[in-house]
């Protein structure tokens, strides 16, 4: 295998592994977020935005090097995106949930 090959390889596992983490710790971060009363989903879209034109920054400063480098900038944001629409599915399960508790103790 060659050096770039495997170097792309690693990147590759690296973002793997931090988009379990990153879709681990949203998750938590919008349940607290629910249960502070905090619009949930309106935080995770301005995190998002902040860390996606984090990594168009990157790619296009990179512009210059080789393809690996934009192709690892490229998964990282997938994964980010992946992350993020995973803690939104957590949020609309926790929304009828909350809503059902609720409408109990109203009744």
Request: hydrophobic share 50%; proline share 1%; no cysteine.
């Amino acid at each position: 295998m060659k050096r770039e090959e495997r170097a792309l390889l690693q990147e590759r596992v690296k973002t793997l592994v931090l988009g379990h983490a990153l879709e681990a710790v949203l998750s938590q971060f919008a349940k607290a977020d629910q249960a502070a009363g905090r619009d949930a989903e309106a935080d995770l879209t301005r995190l998002e935005t902040l860390l996606l034109n984090a990594a168009q920054g990157l790619a296009d400063r990179a512009t210059a090097q080789k393809l690996s480098v934009l192709v690892a900038v490229e998964d990282v944001s997938a994964t980010v995106r992946a992350a993020f629409d995973a803690a939104r599915q957590t949020i609309d399960r926790i929304r009828p949930a909350d809503e059902a508790v609720e409408t109990a103790i109203a009744a």
